[in-house]
């Protein structure tokens, strides 16, 4: 049920944050510091979320092999490879060192 | 002729619609049913929000911290809207419609076209190509997850990062953003054991006003430093204050 709820609050304020970009009048949201925050916010979040993602269980800090698909999959960005191979790079070489590790 | 704007479009379409696949796989990794993952992507349809929502969830944090994450990701789709509005100059009866696809690739593609008609052909190809396949991937994702079972094992835990890598790579390309990342990456694992599930990567937001307010005080000294040499007739920037983060560069645009 909470997960129903999680999914109820996103999908409305995703479709109200989109909405008001298309109906605000365009000097709302065009001042540089709003610009500049808007910009930056993104990097912020995505940043913390791989770091948790790759380097978090629960509410400890662990260093398994995820971070090795991490690895890969930067290797793989700085390659400029698509989008679905640098998944794949983090996935195959997680599951690789997890079945060497036991 | 407007068969390359078609071919641009659908090329991202499908490209991108592929990687519900991987939100599937996750998805139903991190405990959603088929049914649940089908609705974010069908009804919220922003992949970076629906991404963290799902990772915040199996990571035991409450729905309501985990929902407020991913809307705030979603913020940029708004000035996505400000730009798409008056390019594409939308009659007011569409637009309630025309916001479900206003998303990171159909901004990319029709901001990069000339004109308003090929704007417009842009934003829908790309839109409905990607909702079309984003959907069904999903779906094909999660049922293979359930079917698979311990998805850990097959090293698909490691999806969710290297799709939040991937997302954020192309966006940091000053020293700003290096230090917006870093800064957030240190914020959000230090705050871990201390913070409730989900409450860190929100308090990681702190990371922007944090670099934006030690950026003006750096430079604000060299301001100063500048200024006091220039009383004592000195010889104009020294090189350190051209690098590092102290760098006053405006932003070169914001998104992609």
């Not at chain 1, 709820?5 to 709003?34: D, F, H, N, Q």
């Not at chain 1, 790759?54 to 989008?83: K, M, S």
């Not at chain 2, 705030?72 to 009866?93: D, E, I, T």
Request: proline residues 4%; glycine residues 12%.
């Amino acid at each position: 049920m909470s997960i129903w709820i999680a999914i109820a609050v996103t999908v409305v304020g995703c479709y109200v944050v989109k909405l008001a970009g298309l109906l605000v009048s365009a000097g709302t949201l065009e001042r540089p510091l709003v610009q500049r925050l808007a910009a930056l916010l993104p990097v912020a979040l995505l940043a913390a979320l791989t770091a948790q993602q790759a380097f978090a269980d629960g509410r400890e800090l662990v260093l398994d092999a995820r971070a090795a698909g991490l690895a890969a999959a930067l290797v793989a960005l700085l390659l400029r490879a698509p989008f679905l191979v640098v998944i794949g790079a983090a996935v195959v070489v997680t599951a690789g060192v997890r079945a060497l590790t036991g | 002729m407007r068969s390359p704007v078609v071919r641009d479009a659908l090329g991202v379409g499908v490209a991108v619609g592929l990687s519900g696949f991987a939100f599937g796989v996750t998805s139903a990794g991190s405990g959603l049913t088929v049914l649940q993952s089908c609705a974010l992507s069908l009804l919220a349809f922003t992949g970076a929000s629906q991404f963290a929502l799902v990772s915040a969830l199996a990571g035991g944090g409450s729905p309501v911290a985990a929902a407020v994450g991913a809307v705030f990701l979603s913020m940029r789709n708004a000035f996505y809207g400000l730009r798409l509005s008056q390019l594409l100059a939308l009659p007011r009866a569409v637009r309630p419609l025309a916001a479900h696809f206003v998303i990171d690739e159909t901004a990319a593609v029709a901001l990069a076209q000339t004109g308003r008609r090929a704007a417009r052909l842009g934003f829908a190809v790309t839109g409905v190509s990607l909702y079309v396949l984003w959907g069904l991937t999903t779906f094909l994702g999660a049922l293979g997850a359930e079917a698979i079972g311990d998805t850990d094992t097959w090293g698909l835990d490691a999806a969710g990062p290297a799709v939040f890598l991937a997302l954020l790579a192309p966006m940091v390309r000053t020293a700003r953003h290096r230090a917006v990342a870093a800064v957030a990456v240190l914020l959000g694992l230090g705050l871990l054991p201390f913070l409730p599930a989900g409450v860190p990567v929100l308090a990681a937001a702190l990371a922007v006003p944090t670099v934006l307010y030690v950026e003006g005080r750096v430079a604000g000294r060299c301001a100063a430093g500048r200024a006091a040499r220039r009383d004592r007739g000195g010889r104009g920037l020294g090189n350190r204050e051209q690098g590092g983060r102290a760098q006053p560069n405006r932003e070169e645009g914001e998104g992609r």
